[in-house]
Nanobody, 119 residues
Framework: QVQLVESGGGLVQAGGSLRLSCAAS????????MGWFRQAPGKEREFVAG????????YYADSVKGRFTISRDNAKNTVYLQLNSLKPEDTAVYYC????????????WGQGTQVTVSS
């Protein structure tokens, strides 16, 4: 069973940047595609970005394309999400998870990290 710990969130003004980290322990995730998801208050959790096992392929939700960048360091068992040009509508709790089939989360959820963007 893999444990996931997300960090790096915070309060930022619109237009600002943050870098989120997802550290995995208990089991290597280097052979898995990984993804980031987010859940805003009163809304369903949604897919944000995904990366294949090697880091050679990335894909994004239309709402974040061109602003967010997903990356990974398999030696550190860690996945990152760089958030640029943040908007108030990006405010949410952000989670990571191993993926199946491109967008389907297959692991247990961590506690997430809160991102709040002020206007």
């Amino acid at each position: 069973q893999v444990q996931l710990v997300e960090s790096g969130g915070g309060l930022v003004q619109a237009g600002g940047s943050l870098r989120l980290s997802c550290a995995a322990s208990g089991r290597t995730v280097s052979r898995y595609a990984m993804g980031w998801f987010r859940q805003a208050p009163g809304k369903e959790r949604e897919f944000v970005a995904g990366i294949n096992w090697s880091g050679g392929s990335t894909y994004y939700a239309d709402s974040v394309k061109g602003r967010f960048t997903i990356s990974r360091d398999n030696a550190k068992n860690t996945v990152y999400l760089q958030l640029n040009s943040l908007k108030p509508e990006d405010t949410a709790v952000y989670y990571c998870n191993p993926l199946r089939g491109g967008h389907e989360p297959v692991g247990s959820w961590g506690q997430g990290t809160q991102v709040t963007v002020s206007s």
